[in-house]
């Protein structure tokens, strides 16, 4: 006979949490699934835990109301009240993850875009309000290109000045509203010129989509 399923209600869901509390009738089960995200567990009430896991014997664990853990992502199991009574709990999920890993999405295309000489799939990783600091120019900020126009002109500017162009050794990393991309740059310019530099862009980011590239480079002597 098929168990009882567990009910959840979410509480929270937003950018950074997702807040789900748990009933369990005595011997309802959750089924089987894993966790995307790190989470901590609240009991609301005391009971026992029956765990089943894909590579192990099931075992029971004790839950204390109001006693708290935390498990990391990527855990695989059916949870069950093995106990007589109803229990419930909280489940709390740290979300802002997935958004960390949607916006080093972003800057992966943003690369490929540069690499494709696409100005629509650069445009396509730009916030609706975006802006550009170029590395070299009369300001403090290098140059500025402000708003969508100003900045598109600007990346298919950088086409025209670079018939031929990559970046290369490419990484990118995200913490909070921050994004980092280093590279290489190796192009040709239309004299026929070469420059090879290492340079970097620190991104500010509008959801997933970049509000600010500011980039700099080394300055070969
Ligand atoms: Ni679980």
């Known amino acids: 006979m098929a168990k009882e399923q567990a009910t959840s209600i979410t509480h929270i869901e937003d950018d950074r949490f997702k807040v789900t509390e748990w009933r369990f009738a005595a011997g309802a089960e959750t089924g089987w699934h894993v966790h995307g995200h790190d989470y901590v567990i609240v009991p609301l009430t ?3 835990l029956g765990l089943d896991v894909p590579d192990g014997a099931p075992f029971t664990a004790a839950l204390t109301q109001g006693v708290p ?8 199991h059916n949870v069950t009240n093995a106990g007589t009574q109803p229990l419930a709990f909280l489940e709390i999920e740290t979300v802002a993850d997935a958004v960390t890993h949607r916006r080093r999405d972003t800057l992966v295309r943003f690369m490929a875009a540069w690499n494709a ?8 990783c730009m916030a609706a309000d975006c802006v550009f600091h170029a590395s070299a120019g009369p300001e403090a900020e ?3 290109f402000i708003g969508r126009d100003a900045v598109r002109a600007s990346y298919s500017a950088m086409f025209d000045s670079f018939p031929q162009a990559a970046w290369t050794a490419d990484s990118h990393t995200v913490a909070g509203d921050t994004g980092l991309s280093e590279w290489r740059f190796v192009g040709t310019d239309k004299s026929g010129k070469t420059v090879d530099v290492q340079g970097c862009d620190i991104f500010r980011f509008d959801v997933d989509l970049i509000a600010l590239k500011d980039s700099y480079r080394k300055n070969r002597s």
């Open 46 to 48: 005391d009971g026992t």
């Open 142 to 144: 290098g140059r500025r």
């Open 69 to 76: 853990y935390s498990r990391r992502e990527g855990v695989h």
């Open 117 to 124: 000489r696409d100005v629509d799939a650069l445009m396509a």
